[in-house]
Nanobody, 123 residues
């Protein structure tokens, strides 16, 4: 069974850091394009960052560039979203996603999704 299981999240003061994890089962993450997305209350789901399966390049939402990073651990079949210098506007439910055709921050490209994790940044 193909599955993505998330961990991490929580509440942090503005300027702080959090790391989200996403462990895959049923497939090898390295063979897939992977991404992180978020949805704030009343807003559309938006892509935060992704790894293009074609060349491994990373793409980020403009507002998180320089603050968020994506990494993977092949041995653990796990991907991470490191979030630094968090701002209240980063508050949202964050989702990891993967797809064998995933190349961008387009939510429609991704078939497999994690269960979501709440990130709350307070000022």
């Amino acid at each position: 069974e193909v599955q993505l299981v998330q961990s991490g999240g929580g509440s942090v003061q503005a300027g702080g850091s959090l790391r989200l994890s996403c462990t895959a089962s049923g497939f090898t993450l390295d063979d897939f394009g992977v991404g992180w997305f978020r949805q704030a209350p009343g807003k559309r789901c938006e892509g935060v960052g992704c790894i293009d399966r074609r060349d491994g390049s990373r793409h980020f939402l403009e507002s998180v560039k320089g603050r968020f990073t994506i990494s993977t651990d092949s041995a653990r079949n796990t991907m991470y979203l490191q979030m630094d210098s968090l701002k209240p506007e980063d508050t949202a439910v964050y989702y990891c996603a993967a797809d064998d055709l995933g190349v961008s921050l387009d939510v429609l490209e991704y078939l497999h999704w994690g269960q979501g994790a709440q990130v709350t940044v307070y000022s």
